[in-house]
């Protein structure tokens, strides 16, 4: 089961830290993505990591602006968002799945992922 939260309202330019945390499952072994749908839009995926290694992908929208992290003692996730914009509107959702690709293959294939949250709104508004 994995749970977001810290999202939340945000002006233009400020930040937010999303968290992930999983309580049956071991982050160390699957890759966890972050995704992300606003309103009429198909779900996106905007950052990966891979438990294992440690690589990230970012997508070019966030690129710059978020980072992602894995903390192993807290089996938990971030997603560090910085320099906020209105187009970051939505609500986000982390997913896990046993680490079997790339990340950048996990971030364009959502349909790989086999675990998901409940999502969390982020909403940037002057």
């Known amino acids: 089961q994995l749970v977001e939260s810290g999202g939340g309202l945000v002006q233009p330019g400020g930040s937010l830290r999303l968290s992930c945390t999983a309580s049956e499952v071991t982050l160390d072994y699957y890759g966890v993505g972050w995704f992300r749908q606003a309103p009429g839009k198909e779900r996106e995926g905007i950052s990966c990591?891979?438990?294992?290694?440690?690589?990230?992908y970012y997508a070019d929208s966030v690129k710059g602006r978020f980072t992602i992290s894995k903390v192993d003692a807290n089996n938990t996730v971030f997603l560090q968002m910085n320099s906020l914009k209105l187009e970051d509107t939505a609500v986000y959702y982390c997913?896990?799945?046993?680490?079997?690709?790339?990340?950048?293959?996990?971030?364009?294939?959502?349909?790989?992922?086999?675990?998901w949250g409940q999502g969390t709104q982020v909403t940037v508004s002057s």
């Open positions: 990591i891979h438990g294992t290694d440690g690589s990230t």
């Open positions: 997913a896990a799945l046993p680490v079997i690709t790339t990340v950048e293959i996990m971030c364009v294939t959502k349909g790989l992922f086999t675990s």
